[in-house]
């Protein structure tokens, strides 16, 4: 399938990492959607490109990669600075001339698009899909051997060598603040959390927190047969996504 066309672009936080970006325009000039994607993930991959494709049916698409992965400088703090990272992208898409944005974000970029809401502002929808609703959550496989990747020197270097994610040293310190406690200072900005019935990394009670942690205006689609994030998105369910952020900006 033939991809809209893209043009990269050079992105730098405000801690000085380059991030790795691309803008893909749209008929609709007014809308921005950035999109943030998984945990070893990239906005070159094939499945993102192919939810660019469809989300820029509804309004210009800025991906980019999250420091640490792909082609972006620095190393991956698992969801704390990420939030460095997407500000970047937001300010690039008020650059560019979007008056109107909304973030989709995907897993761990899902969890930074919530935090990045909270505790930066500055957008006017959020979309959470596939979203961690707390910390350190090792309660299935995928979870602990993603904990295994993070905390182990050989899982690190498999990371490395495998996905091209190059994961910091250490531990949190602080502490970030949790999913579900930054979904409440993200109203009235209109909030989308998006959870499938079989996701093998974070069963749907992550979602049921998150929502229960949002205040209005906020939503909950609970999706029969979804996995997990973008691997698992169908382009049906990402044209729901951008009808919903349309609706929103009509």
Do not use: C
């Amino acid at each position: 399938m033939p991809y809209a066309p893209h043009f990269p672009v050079m992105l730098r936080t405000d801690d000085g990492v380059r991030i790795n970006a691309a803008h893909t325009p749209s008929t609709r000039t007014d809308l921005g959607i950035v999109m943030a994607h998984g945990f070893t993930g990239s906005w070159r991959d094939r499945t993102a490109r192919r939810i660019v494709h469809v989300l820029s049916g509804y309004g210009g698409v800025i991906a980019f990669d999250f420091r640490g992965h792909g082609r972006s400088g620095g190393e991956s703090t698992v969801g704390d600075l990420e939030v460095l990272d997407l500000e970047a992208a937001v300010r690039h898409a008020r650059v560019v001339g979007y008056s109107k944005i909304a973030v989709v974000g995907f897993s761990m970029g899902a969890a930074v698009a919530v935090r990045h809401a909270a505790l930066r502002g500055g957008v006017d929808a959020v979309v959470a899909v596939s979203a961690p609703a707390r910390w350190y959550y090792r309660g299935t496989k995928p979870m602990r051997q993603v904990h295994w990747a993070i905390e182990r020197p050989f899982g690190r270097l498999a990371a490395r060598v495998v996905k091209r994610t190059r994961i910091a040293r250490g531990e949190w310190d602080p502490i970030p603040m949790p999913p579900h406690e930054a979904a409440a200072l993200i109203s009235p900005t209109p909030l989308l959390i998006v959870h499938g019935d079989r996701d093998t990394f974070f069963p749907l009670d992550h979602a049921h927190q998150l929502y229960a942690g949002a205040r209005e205006p906020k939503e909950l689609w609970v999706e029969p047969g979804y996995g997990h994030a973008e691997t698992a998105a169908t382009p049906e369910l990402i044209r729901r996504i951008g009808k919903w952020i349309s609706s929103n900006f009509s």
